[in-house]
């Protein structure tokens, strides 16, 4: 069982920057890949980015490509988002999950969290 909780999320101006936070609980996080999605009023839930459990594989939506940041410290399980040049369209609720059979683009992972709202303004 892993317990997931986010942190972070805010109002912010455009091409400002957020670091959006998921503390872990549980006994499989290090053995978790960790993922963020998110999802704005009226879509679906869209992968932003995931980290294999050695954070030796990375992958991107090509949205957020050179501009967010993941990152992991399985010493204080936790995953890390750090958010750049934020657009108006990055507006939505930010999601981060866990599975340790997982590793996809796919919202299909087991454990989430409640979900933390980062709003950029124009």
């Known amino acids: 069982q892993v317990q997931l909780v986010e942190s972070g999320g805010g109002l912010v101006q455009s091409v400002g920057s957020l670091r959006l936070s998921c503390a872990a609980s549980?006994?499989?996080?290090?053995?978790?890949?960790m993922v963020w999605f998110r999802q704005a009023p009226g879509r679906e839930r869209d992968f932003v980015a995931v980290?294999?459990?050695?954070?030796?594989?990375?992958n991107y939506a090509n949205s957020v490509k050179g501009r967010f940041t993941i990152s992991r410290d399985n010493a204080k399980n936790t995953v890390s988002l750090q958010m750049n040049s934020l657009k108006p369209e990055d507006t939505a609720v930010y999601y981060c999950?866990?599975?340790?059979?997982?590793?996809?683009?796919?919202?299909?992972?087991?454990?989430w969290g409640q979900g933390t709202q980062v709003t950029v303004s124009s």
């Open positions: 999950a866990a599975d340790p059979l997982e590793l996809s683009s796919k919202p299909q992972y087991r454990y």
């Open positions: 549980g006994r499989t996080f290090s053995n978790s890949a």
């Open positions: 980290i294999s459990r050695s954070g030796a594989y990375i």
